[in-house]
């Protein structure tokens, strides 16, 4: 007999998530639901603009990629306009890019996800001396990891037990049979977490050196940059510079070996080494470093297969919402996309409760329309997106800096290529791609400062005919995979806009063929050890670190109230 588990909000990640899924007599997942409960509508707000504010109203599609989303409107308007900005203005886009990898990456594995790989109150029973010869098995020098200062870890943590509570570490599934760490692993974990509060904080000062501010910078402008004091001043040059040593530091001694780790104690873990869902990956080029070259390679891998690598025809990518909460159905090119939403709600049924037994709910409608994610397609297939992509397509490209990277950690972790290809993989991808960053992001500041020398320019200029139609996109590579904005000018305003994101293409419903997207699709065959506390349902969702926010196509503009939500904490699942 049949059981359905519902997942509502997925916690630990932007925007609002719901995941649904059916399992068998023996807890296996045999079908998987993936849903947006939040309607946004970016696309909408910037028809009838002046494309040249596209940008700043972009970036205000989510809290956490605002760079990403900035710099794609700005791409996207000067790609239809056919304005090349000047080389300085294109490598601080690439420092910045580079400042949000080394911010975002770290973030994600310690504060979003890691406590998925990490018992938090396993952590208290440690021997710090123990702890702090295990880190040295993962590196030559770690970071945080004197016997020392393990023992003021453990002592802060044990303080919030004292008081009665967890404190951010509360209402978790602490004792789950899948965590695997030993307690002195999940002591050096916590560690980390904690020094990461310190420097997450300088990431974010990266960023801020030449934007003014993170989030939402503002030294963007189609054309080029403003920020051109900060560009021309060598000690706001050598600041970034430090700061960035400062980050790298904590993401090779601290962030690497910790993911070395968790690969060589999840390998036999089922639930994460399981295959990825969607065989099809796609990744753009990004981060130019100033010689022609590119951080990230383009292209597509099919079938895991990185023996071949295909073009991508921009042509090719679609929109559908057969099972979206919208009226319009078919594909579309997202030069053409369609934003006009019809919202069909939930259905009655039957769910598993926090006591196990089944409760009386509110469904979704999984044979009509269920998610306000679109479904995107590259010739009518899903791809999953995201750094799992990002180095698989740097492999099949021969991209020397990836493939470098990718090796190392294979020979670090002796881990076969195969089980890259998992939740475990895509965690440890992230890393790479951070790692990515770290080691090569150097090669674009040097590029930089020997442009400065000759040049000095940081914006082209251009002009808009009103009597001339434009359309132009953006399409690369920010830290949750492949994003592009598409945008049609007429009459001198913005006639049509869409973004299709990250977590649209890897969240998205099935399609009118029944595919999957890669978060249904990479849960189809797990097995639940407790269907009261479905930690691997919450461990796989967060390796795609979902953004939920921007992915989804409202704002009253009347301010009138839509809706009211309550979570009962009776129900709520961390």
């Not at 909000?9 to 399992?23: A, D, K, M, S, W």
């Not at 009655?348 to 994610?373: A, E, F, M, Q, R």
């Not at 349902?537 to 967060?542: A, D, E, K, M, Y």
Request: charged share 25%; aromatic share 10%.
């Amino acid at each position: 007999m049949t059981k359905r588990i519902v997942v509502d909000p997925i916690t630990r990640i932007e925007g609002h998530l719901r995941i649904e899924v059916v399992v068998d007599e023996n807890n296996v997942i045999t079908d998987a639901f993936s849903s947006s409960t939040l309607w946004r509508g970016l696309e909408k707000v910037v028809q009838n603009r002046d494309p040249r504010d596209a940008g700043f109203l972009m970036q205000r599609i989510c809290g956490v990629c605002t760079f990403s989303h900035y710099k794609a409107g700005i791409s996207a308007v000067e790609n239809a306009l056919n304005i090349t900005p000047p080389k300085n203005a294109e490598l601080i886009r690439s420092l910045m890019n580079i400042s949000l990898v080394l911010h975002d990456h770290p973030v994600h594995f310690y504060t979003l996800h890691g406590l998925d790989w990490c018992d938090i109150v396993s952590a208290l029973k440690a021997d710090p001396h123990k702890a702090s010869n295990i880190a040295f098995k993962y590196s030559n020098f770690p970071m945080n990891t004197g016997a020392d200062e393990l023992k003021a870890v453990q002592a802060k943590v044990t303080d919030f037990v004292k008081k009665g509570a967890l404190g951010p570490f509360a209402n978790a599934y602490w004792g789950h049979k899948t965590y695997r760490f030993s307690p002195e692993q999940n002591l050096i974990v916590l560690s980390h977490y904690l020094k990461l509060l310190e420097v997450q904080r300088v990431a974010a000062q990266m960023m801020a050196i030449f934007g003014s501010k993170q989030p939402h910078p503002q030294n963007l402008t189609v054309g080029g940059i403003t920020s051109v004091m900060d560009v021309l001043d060598p000690s706001r040059l050598g600041e970034w510079l430090s700061k960035y040593q400062y980050v790298k530091d904590f993401v090779d001694r601290a962030y690497y070996p910790d993911i070395l780790m968790a690969a060589e104690v999840y390998k036999n873990e089922p639930s994460v080494i399981k295959g990825s869902g969607v065989p099809n990956f796609l990744c753009y080029e990004e981060i130019p470093i100033g010689n022609g070259e590119y951080l990230y390679s383009s292209g597509i891998v099919r079938d895991y297969d990185i023996t071949k690598l295909y073009d991508i025809n921009e042509d090719l990518i679609t929109e559908e919402a057969t099972h979206s909460w919208y009226k319009d159905n078919e594909p579309l090119h997202p030069y053409d996309g369609k934003t006009e939403p019809e919202y069909t709600g939930f259905k009655d049924g039957n769910s598993i409760g926090p006591d196990l037994k089944d409760v009386k709910t509110k469904l979704l409608d999984v044979d009509g329309k269920y998610s306000w994610i679109k479904s995107p397609r590259y010739d009518g297939a899903p791809m999953e997106v995201g750094p799992l992509a990002a180095i698989v397509v740097g492999l099949a490209a021969k991209n020397p800096r990836i493939t470098t990277i990718a090796e190392q950690f294979l020979k670090d972790s002796k881990l076969p290529l195969k089980a890259v290809f998992s939740t475990l993989g895509r965690t440890a991808a992230r890393a790479l791609e951070c790692k990515l960053s770290a080691d090569y992001g150097i090669e674009v500041f040097n590029s930089l400062i020997e442009n400065l020398k000759t040049d000095k320019a940081t914006c082209a200029k251009y002009e808009i005919d009103k009597n001339k139609e434009y359309k132009g996109r953006y399409i690369g590579n920010v830290p949750r995979g492949t994003l592009s904005h598409w945008v049609r000018i007429k009459n001198g305003v913005i006639e049509n806009y869409q973004a299709v994101v990250p977590s649209t293409w890897n969240a998205g419903p099935r399609d009118a063929n029944g595919q999957k997207g890669p978060y249904e699709a990479s849960l189809i065959g797990i097995k639940i050890a407790n269907l009261a506390q479905p930690l691997e349902i919450i461990r796989t969702i967060h390796s795609f670190d979902p953004c939920i926010a921007c992915s989804v196509h409202l704002i009253d503009t009347k301010g009138n109230k839509m809706g009211e939500y309550k979570v009962n904490p009776a129900t709520l699942r961390v």
